[in-house]
């Protein structure tokens, strides 16, 4: 590269080919900024190789050796960057608007006090919000009232919504307990002082242990909604309609996605609460598990 860039641009792809090429295409759109593109392939057996080498030869392609990881996939990518902002992107999530990019660039480096921004995330099946670019942490409480339906119930109550912190509404940037690994940008120093992601995570969780990280460090992930990013969602672990994949990955995502609520509450919170309850949250979680996959 003639230029150093200022964004790097990480895309954690498995199968997702279609997907893939529509994101890409929105990348070589973006104005305002020289931007860095790498692909890390977690061992897919699609064209996506020989669909990103012919239509995007400027991206750089990084070959794993494996499909597991979601974590360890965007860590791979992190040593083929050369920019001072990363930003990690899935390969089904695509702006919207030719500017966007710089939008979220401007914001993020206009407050150093932001450790992760978000755009508002669409999904593409529904038109709605995707809530998992709007998390609360998931304590036990805010777990409870979620899953157990009183968060649907009573939709603006705060006490009830701390897990979707919808009550905040969509509209404004705010501060927010957490931001999706869908659409994640940061500088590349806040990232390597709370040691980017951890890869005990094989998939689902990551995000919110990021996030938790860079708050418990001092800093703010941030919510902006002036840029909305499209997003298909589950497209390569078959968990929505927008993915079309085998029973048995998806079988397995499933497994994945609840052990990633018992690591996180192992790591982060199993200290902080008494003994009756953790087991009332490891048993929920059991209980969780049962009713998805039934294990």
């Known amino acids: 590269m003639n230029h150093k860039p200022d964004v790097s641009i990480i895309i954690l792809n498995y199968n997702a080919q279609k997907f893939l090429r529509n994101t890409l295409k929105s990348l070589m759109q973006q104005k305002g900024l020289i931007v860095e593109t790498i692909v890390v392939d977690n061992n897919s057996s699609d064209n996506s190789k020989a669909m990103v080498k012919k239509e995007f030869p400027s991206a750089r392609w990084v070959q794993r050796?494996?499909?597991?990881?979601?974590?360890?996939?965007?860590?791979?990518?992190?040593?083929?960057?050369?920019a001072a902002t990363i930003l990690f992107?899935?390969?089904?999530?695509?702006f919207t608007g030719v500017n966007d990019l710089k939008k979220c660039y401007d914001k993020l480096w206009s407050d150093k006090s932001i450790g992760a921004l978000t755009a508002r995330i669409n999904l593409v099946l529904t038109g709605g919000i995707d809530e998992t670019c709007h998390r609360g942490f998931p304590t036990p409480w805010a777990a409870l009232t979620h899953f157990s339906g009183l968060s649907k119930l009573f939709p603006t109550v705060p006490?009830?919504?701390?897990?979707?912190?919808?009550?905040l509404g969509y509209?404004?940037?705010?501060?927010?307990?957490?931001?999706?690994?869908?659409?994640?940008i940061m500088r590349r120093s806040v990232g390597e002082e709370v040691g980017w992601w951890d890869e005990d995570y094989p998939l689902y969780g990551e995000d919110l242990d990021f996030c938790y990280r860079l708050h418990e460090a001092g800093f703010r992930?941030?919510?902006?909604?002036?840029?909305?990013?499209?997003h298909f969602k589950g497209a390569t672990t078959g968990m929505t309609k927008a993915g079309q994949v085998d029973p048995a990955t998806t079988h397995?995502?499933?497994?994945?996605?609840?052990?990633?609520?018992?690591?996180?509450y192992h790591k982060h919170y199993a200290k902080k609460y008494p003994f009756f309850i953790n087991w009332l949250v490891y048993l929920g979680i059991r209980l969780l598990k049962f009713r998805r996959v039934g294990l």
Not at 66 to 71: E, K, P, R, W
């Open 65 to 82: 050796d494996t499909s597991v990881g979601f974590s360890a996939g965007n860590n791979a990518g992190l040593p083929y960057a050369h």
């Open 89 to 94: 992107l899935n390969p089904d999530a695509s």
């Open 159 to 167: 006490l009830f919504n701390h897990y979707t912190k919808r009550y």
């Open 171 to 184: 509209t404004k940037e705010h501060e927010i307990d957490a931001v999706g690994g869908m659409f994640m």
């Open 221 to 230: 992930n941030w919510y902006f909604p002036k840029v909305m990013v499209k």
């Open 252 to 264: 397995q995502v499933k497994i994945w996605s609840v052990q990633a609520m018992e690591l996180f």
